[in-house]
């Protein structure tokens, strides 16, 4: 995030004499700057200069050697003679005695000495404390202690005005250290969106702040004077035999020499300050001006020791097996996208020096003893410089702006502007050849309806106002044909491309306060969808039944495959792969909701719950085949159908699933006794529960399947619209294998539905029953049949027997043993009768029961138990 000096804005653009952060926030918010932080007066309180008057230098037992000093801080400040806190060295006069430990100063000097009741940077306050046998009332302050960061002339210790952080500055005991080194300056810090780069810049937010408030702008770029170079400079050459997007990686390159630099000057106070304003670390002049350089105009740069580089300088792509030791120390191997800046070091072959627009190399980095330079100044691809960047982890400032963009006018006028700073403050000579290979493109005319911006944005512009607003951010306006402008953006707005994008210059300028707002009618006689309204149908039943909606990650790991025992050719192993999934561990996307519904049973158990009764409604996905994979088409054009149609056949199949998960108690205990705890047979019935909700019904077969119990699960099925019978979904106990795997309650029980198939197969009209007027008859029948008969064969052979009498068929037991014989089964149902004509009489009952009998033989051969 940018930070801006409101002293060093107010450069590039009048600010009011009273103007604030908070207000200089304000006005940037209304351009669409909003606001991250604002970093106040670092230091409070009374700060002021001090002359040293004595020191004495007294060794202690832990072999340091403090200083007991006097300091004439001002006669309003100082202690009196006669009524000092501690005795002084010395003649006696008024002053104020301090400890201090640093060793780089004498008496005579002035000094930046922090009163009792002073706040420096962390929120660390001052104040009078006994320490190594004296009072000592106050500080004596270092640049680090000031939040001023290391001393630019490389001095440790406290700052002495005449040295280092205060070179050139004078003054009198007692007066104002805070104005005097700057440290009342307050700072903001904006956010700014990844389309306006040039907002990286003091020229940029200089600019918005005069769309803002109407204050006159001074264009920096336009203050520096280049002269007409008398030939070309160090040899560039440009070559990119692998373009991304069909863009050239560098379209513009300029190097500029400077020679005779003294390589002991130092960076002015005044440019290290306003650096550690912006956020940046001062090193040496050289490497401080480019980096000014680039905040102040928005050029990165980049300075190499001219003594180190071998012309010709080659901008060109990586080749395989290339590495780099960047300026981080860090050797990295280099990927045939990175753009390389590259010498012919002692003719025999080339070396790398840099990857484009992130960092420069080790080999030609200027150092202490750099006296000739050449800077560059390039213009470099967005999407080139971004790749490269994250590829390697290398978020560097000059990456940050170029992959947003940067003007392709200001090389030239940047690698000037930095050359006349370090021979201003290091000396030498400035080369009277430039090299400057390349080229600009002239922005693309944008044809702009008059009319446009009110259709989009819905509130009247006049064509005045649309003219002016896009003349004052820089765009050259012509008159059109047929009622339109040619608008043609200026060379730092590189996100200007399209119609729209001016538009959106138009209402952000003219005021987006004054957009009103309006909330839409909604029109009549819609709603939620028969799907929405079933969903939430499904859900609500299992609430009401007492379970909890859980929500879970739709990614999984492979082990979960053998946690839930599949087996090796089961079809849900075959799941979507992801290439970049969010945990290493977890790439797959489920093929089932159990396999993480289990897992979140199992760590609800393991933060103390004693019982399970947990559901989720989610998607499933399936795999289209390994083979299977979708185009990446071009992001520059729209997909043509063709390809548009291979993505959606690659897409994996995905429906939505409802799951549950039961085990342990039922409910909570109580005085009467413990409840009853849920069991498989509560899996179907919640099932079922769950299809009644959304006008569905379900038939049960049963089934071996896992990760259930062999004995005691069974298969989910609906008639669909062609009358069909299909398989929605498993209910039943899970396998005490399982149940063990994920450390569940005994006897634990879960069921999975395709939901979207259950709510298909409803009708689209459910009949209401009507209401019985006569009292119901109950019969109980129990039927041996096959072991392999399903009860819901026996079930509908009885409704078919019964007719219109039979009112409701339950399955209430299922019974195997020896009394009944090998290969068979005893299948007992409760029926209830009832007739919507009158009371049924023991002679109509007689002859239903007897119609149901004859039924279920002739339909399964099944024989009514004695």
């Not at 002049?285 to 180190?308: C, F, R, S, W």
């Not at 080999?363 to 000739?372: A, F, L, R, Y």
């Not at 339109?484 to 959106?504: H, I, N, Y």
């Amino acid at each position: 995030m940018p930070r801006i000096p409101l002293t060093w804005l107010a450069e590039h653009v009048t600010l009011p004499e009273d103007a604030s952060a908070l207000q200089v926030a304000t006005d940037l918010s209304r351009v669409g700057l909003e606001e991250e932080a604002i970093h106040g007066a670092q230091v409070t309180g009374p700060l002021v200069v001090g002359r040293v008057l004595e020191l004495v230098g007294e060794p202690q037992k832990n072999g340091k050697t403090i200083n007991w000093v006097r300091v004439d801080v001002g006669p309003e400040n100082n202690e009196a003679a006669d009524d000092p806190k501690d005795p002084q060295p010395g003649e006696e006069r008024p002053s104020r005695g301090i400890v201090c430990g640093a060793h780089n100063f004498v008496a005579g000097d002035l000094v930046i000495v922090s009163l009792p009741g002073t706040v420096l940077p962390g929120d660390f306050a001052i104040a009078a404390r006994r320490t190594y046998g004296h009072t000592s009332d106050g500080m004596i302050c270092s640049g680090e202690e000031l939040g001023l960061g290391p001393d630019p002339a490389g001095e440790d210790g406290i700052i002495v005005l005449g040295r280092g952080h205060a070179e050139g500055l004078s003054a009198e005991p007692g007066d104002d250290a805070i104005s005097l080194l700057g440290l009342a300056d307050e700072v903001v810090e904006i956010n700014v969106t990844p389309d306006r780069g040039y907002c990286f810049s003091m020229r940029g937010v200089a600019r918005e702040y005069s769309h803002a408030t109407g204050a006159a702008f001074t264009d920096p770029a336009a203050t520096v004077e280049v002269p007409e170079p008398a030939g070309e400079g160090p040899a560039v050459q440009l070559r990119d035999d692998a373009p991304i997007r069909g863009g050239q990686g560098c379209s513009r390159f300029v190097a500029l020499e400077v020679s005779g630099v003294d390589p002991t000057a130092q960076t002015p106070r005044w440019m290290a300050r306003r650096l550690t304003q912006a956020g940046m670390r001062p090193i040496s002049l050289i490497v401080d001006v480019t980096n000014y350089v680039m905040l102040d105009l928005g050029q990165p740069l980049h300075a190499y020791d001219a003594e180190k580089v071998v012309a010709p300088i080659v901008v060109r792509r990586a080749r395989a097996g290339e590495q780099l030791t960047t300026l981080d120390d860090v050797t990295r191997t280099l990927d045939g996208e990175d753009l390389l800046i590259t010498d012919s070091e002692g003719g025999e072959g080339e070396r790398v020096l840099g990857i484009a627009g992130v960092m420069g190399g080790a080999d030609t980095e200027v150092g202490e003893g750099t006296s000739s330079i050449v800077l560059e100044a390039a213009t470099f691809q967005p999407v080139t410089v971004a790749r490269s960047a994250r590829r390697h982890r290398l978020p560097s400032e000059a990456s940050k702006r170029f992959e947003r963009g940067v003007d392709p006018h200001l090389p030239v006028v940047a690698a000037r502007r930095a050359a006349e700073l370090i021979t201003r403050f290091g000396g030498g000579r400035i080369s009277d050849r430039l090299t400057d290979v390349g080229g600009v493109g002239e922005p693309v005319q944008i044809s702009l309806p008059v009319d446009h911006p009110e259709r989009v944005v819905g509130i009247p512009y006049t064509p005045q106002q649309v003219r002016g607003t896009l003349e004052m951010i820089g765009c050259t306006v012509e008159d059109g044909a047929q009622g339109a402008f040619g608008v043609r953006p200026p060379s730092w707005r590189g996100d200007l491309t399209l119609k729209e994008d001016l538009v959106e210059e138009v209402a952000r300028l003219v005021g987006y306060e004054k957009i009103p707002s309006v909330l839409p009618t909604a029109p009549g006689g819609r709603g939620l969808t028969v799907a929405q309204r079933a969903r939430r149908s499904a859900n609500r039943a299992l609430v009401e039944a007492g379970l909890t909606e859980v929500a879970s990650s739709p990614f999984v790991g492979e082990d979960v495959f053998d946690q839930l025992r599949y087996g090796a050719d089961d079809e849900r192993r075959g799941a979507v792969r992801l290439l970049n999934p969010l945990a290493e561990d977890e790439p797959l996307m489920r093929s089932e909701l159990l396999q993480t519904l289990l897992p979140v049973a199992r760590r609800n158990l393991g933060r103390g719950e004693d019982s399970v009764a947990i559901f989720q409604l989610g998607t499933v996905s399936r795999s289209r085949g390994e083979g299977v994979r979708s185009p990446v088409p071009a992001p520059a054009q729209r997909p043509t159908d063709a390809e548009l149609e291979e993505i959606l056949g690659a897409l994996p199949a995905q429906t939505r699933a409802l799951a549950a998960v039961v085990g342990g108690a039922s409910g909570p205990g109580s005085w009467q006794g413990d409840p009853a705890p849920w069991g498989w047979g509560d899996a179907f019935d919640l099932a079922r529960r769950v299809a009644a909700a959304v006008g569905g019904e379900l038939e049960v077969r049963q089934v071996e399947r896992v990760p259930f119990h062999p004995g005691r699960a069974g298969q989910l099925r609906v008639t669909t619209a062609d009358g069909e019978s299909a398989v929605v979904g498993y209910a039943g106990e899970l396998h005490p294998a399982v149940v063990t795997e994920f450390g569940l309650p005994a006897r634990t029980s879960a069921f999975e539905l395709d939901l979207e198939a259950v709510i298909a197969s409803a009708p689209a009209v459910v009949r209401a029953a009507p209401v019985p007027t006569f009292p119901p008859a109950k019969e109980d029948f129990a039927f041996v049949v096959d072991e392999n008969v399903p009860a819901s064969a026996v079930e509908a052979a009885i409704v078919v027997g019964m007719g219109d009498l039979a009112e409701r068929v339950r399955l209430f037991d299922v019974f195997t043993g020896e009394q009944i014989g090998h290969g068979k089964k005893s299948l007992a149902f409760a029926v209830r009768l009832r007739s919507a004509e009158g009371t049924l009489t023991a002679e109509q009952i007689g002859q239903a029961r007897q119609r149901c009998i004859t039924a279920v033989e002739n339909a399964v051969g099944g024989v009514l138990r004695a």
